[in-house]
């Protein structure tokens, strides 16, 4: 490694990339509220800002040399994790399936902006607050820590969603949502021992969440958190 892992880069960089995209966001010129109403909001707003984002998460992870801690998870977790991303997701199938009449109403175009959109909200984010910010918590603090850190960091993130214009009460049900997600993917890249898997339950379950309506995706994630809950317990005393 060109750079030792350190909590300081795990928590600046989960603190600079709200603001960054926050930043791009505002130069789209679309509100928050309004990014996911039409094609040219999807790419302006999300789209773009993402793939930016995108190279220069990349180029910093490749400077510091850390691809390797940051893609594979060598932490022991209990066999009976996987069902996590397992839950996760059927959620995102379930959700598909409720949609089937939908789908086709909507523009191929569309929808394969949103896909690649939220498929890089899904790498970045879990780049960020899975990969850089467990890596570099990972160097000094105990696993617990890393756990709680770096979901309050990923909650913290969508905070900053009230600065792009959403209403301080949905933004407020966000945060609290966003901590327990970000202990879902957390065991998700414990359980399965890669990164990958949370980025793309993530991506697809954005998907979901931009463009259709799910309540079985709803139900599915109740039950994933309460399987959390037993999971970080079972994986957290085992580290």
Same mark, same amino acid.
């Given at each position: 490694?060109?750079?030792?892992?350190?909590?300081?880069?795990?928590?600046?960089?989960?603190?600079?990339?709200?603001?960054?995209?926050?930043?791009?966001?505002?130069?789209?010129?679309?509100?928050?509220?309004?990014?996911?109403?039409?094609?040219?909001?999807?790419?302006?707003?999300?789209?773009?800002?993402?793939?930016?984002?995108?190279?220069?998460?990349?180029?910093?992870?490749?400077?510091?040399?850390?691809?390797?801690?940051?893609?594979?998870?060598?932490?022991?977790?209990?066999?009976?994790?996987?069902?996590?991303?397992?839950?996760? +997701?059927? %959620?995102? !199938? =379930?959700?598909?399936?409720?949609?089937?009449?939908?789908?086709?109403? @909507?523009?191929? &175009? /569309? $929808?394969?902006?949103?896909?690649?959109?939220?498929?890089?909200?899904?790498?970045?984010?879990?780049?960020?607050?899975? +990969?850089? %910010?467990? !890596? =570099?918590?990972?160097?000094?603090?105990?696993?617990?820590?890393?756990? @709680?850190?770096? &979901? /309050? $960091?990923?909650?913290?993130?969508?905070?900053?969603?009230?600065?792009?214009?959403?209403?301080?009460?949905?933004?407020?049900?966000?945060?609290?949502?966003?901590?327990?997600?970000?202990?879902?993917?957390?065991?998700?890249?414990?359980?399965?021992?890669?990164?990958?898997?949370?980025?793309?339950?993530?991506?697809?379950?954005?998907?979901?969440?931009?463009?259709?309506?799910?309540?079985?995706?709803?139900?599915?994630?109740?039950?994933?958190?309460?399987?959390?809950?037993?999971?970080?317990?079972?994986?957290?005393?085992?580290?």
């Amino acid at each position: 490694m060109r750079t030792a892992p350190s909590a300081r880069i795990g928590a600046l960089t989960g603190l600079l990339y709200a603001p960054a995209f926050v930043g791009l966001l505002v130069w789209s010129g679309v509100a928050y509220p309004d990014i996911a109403n039409d094609q040219d909001s999807v790419l302006r707003a999300v789209l773009v800002p993402e793939a930016i984002l995108a190279v220069v998460l990349i180029g910093l992870v490749s400077w510091w040399g850390w691809w390797g801690p940051v893609l594979r998870d060598d932490r022991p977790a209990p066999g009976w994790l996987k069902v996590i991303p397992i839950l996760f +997701g059927l %959620a995102i !199938v =379930g959700g598909l399936i409720e949609n089937a009449a939908v789908l086709p109403t @909507l523009a191929p &175009s /569309l $929808l394969a902006v949103t896909l690649v959109a939220t498929l890089l909200v899904g790498f970045n984010e879990e780049l960020v607050y899975r +990969g850089i %910010a467990v !890596v =570099g918590f990972r160097a000094s603090l105990p696993e617990w820590q890393v756990w @709680l850190f770096s &979901s /309050l $960091l990923f909650a913290a993130l969508h905070a900053w969603n009230a600065a792009a214009g959403q209403d301080l009460a949905s933004t407020a049900v966000q945060v609290v949502m966003t901590f327990c997600i970000g202990s879902v993917l957390y065991l998700c890249r414990r359980a399965s021992g890669t990164i990958i898997v949370p980025m793309l339950l993530h991506g697809f379950y954005d998907f979901i969440s931009f463009r259709l309506v799910s309540g079985v995706a709803n139900l599915a994630l109740i039950a994933m958190l309460v399987v959390t809950a037993a999971g970080l317990y079972a994986a957290l005393r085992r580290s």
